[in-house]
């Protein structure tokens, strides 16, 4: 056997040990904390110590977020560890190895396409822009903030994007049809790379190791057929017989159960309907307040904005049921506060033996808001 063949099957190997490793390690919020807990267990300590030694980051929260020091300590990592696994798979392993790892990088990406192209269908992961953004001068907003608010006012554009992440997704699942879904996935992969180095959204890495893992799968009879424009493949590691048993049974029950719990946050109420009632934008008119304007955030957070700087000050709040508003800062301190809504829908907020009175704002009917199309200017 040449070097040529060797070298290959050895840097195959090893993208196929850092990508099954990826998958098991960096933690995804929506599939519960158990990859978190995992991976905190076997690599915190580690990554601590590197952090503190080595990069002289002291007290850095270890949560493996995309774009983070803990991340990129943990791609390190498993570089390390990849290279020495792929030492270790001997030849005889490494198609069944193969065949193994393309089934779960496939099955991967196709939850992330589904899972975020849901998210995308009903607005989840560009909600339209809450009222304290939409009072904040654009010029003030971070260009992710500013990214993320835009798409979040066009409903049609986050409809047709989700729609083809959903499609690309449900297309992975079939054999047949996989080809075209790994096509579809690099270039909604890339997209979504070029977005977020072009506005610093804080997922690049993430993106970036789901790019190149969608061009891993499409390797061999694909890249031929992408360089040719002659034919589907006829044959690739995805399409041979797998040496798993009941394959079909697992693939649907995994299916099922992700499917589940992506789908489960859409049909379920919030928990505090009390504090719904609050949702929304205030104007203070109390003349002696430092304060302009009061927004009660979807998400539970309580927001001021100064009248003088517009500087803004969040708290996460709770409702109790004698009509007092609980608030929390940013460093856990807790205070309560008598908060009263009148028949007018204003509301009256004592605030450090301060009387507040504040009306609310239709801030609904804001241009930004609206759903309007136009086929011609005039």
Known sequence: MNFKSIFLRKTTTFCGVFFIQFILFFPLSFLNDFQLKLTTFLFGDLTQFILEYFLKKKNTRI????????????????????????????????????????????????????????????????????ANLLFTRL????????????????????????????????????RRSRFLGLLLAIISCTQILIINISF?????????????????LVRKNGWKFILKIIDFPK??????????????????????IILVKIGMPY?????????????GVYEVTSLENPYNYLFFHKDQYLIFMEK????????????????????????HNISKHLLIKNKDNSVTFLLNNQTMNAKPVQYKNMNALQDSFHVLVD
């Open 63 to 130: 949560d493996y977020s995309s774009d983070s020091y803990s991340m990129l300590i943990l791609i390190i990592i498993l570089i390390v560890t990849s290279i020495i696994f792929s030492f270790l798979i001997l030849k005889k392993w490494f198609k069944h190895f193969l065949i193994f790892t393309e089934y779960v990088c496939v099955f991967y990406i196709s939850i992330i396409l589904i899972k975020y192209g849901f998210d995308k269908i009903f607005q989840a992961q560009f909600p339209k822009p809450e």
């Open 139 to 174: 010029g003030n907003l971070d260009k992710d903030i500013l990214f993320w608010s835009t798409i979040g006012t066009s409903k049609i554009y986050n409809m047709i994007i989700g729609s083809i992440e959903l499609f690309s997704g449900i297309l992975l699942m079939f």
């Open 200 to 216: 610093d959204i804080s997922v690049k890495f993430f993106s970036l190791i789901l790019l190149f893992m969608s061009i891993f």
């Open 235 to 256: 044959k690739t590691f995805l399409n041979q017989t797998s040496f798993l048993p009941y394959k079909t049974f697992i693939k649907i029950l995994i299916a099922g």
């Open 267 to 279: 049909f379920q109420q919030e928990a505090n309907d009390n504090s719904k009632q609050f949702t």
């Open 308 to 331: 003088s700087s517009e500087k803004m000050t969040a708290f996460h709040y709770d409702i109790s049921f004698d009509n007092q508003i609980i608030l929390e800062d940013s460093r």
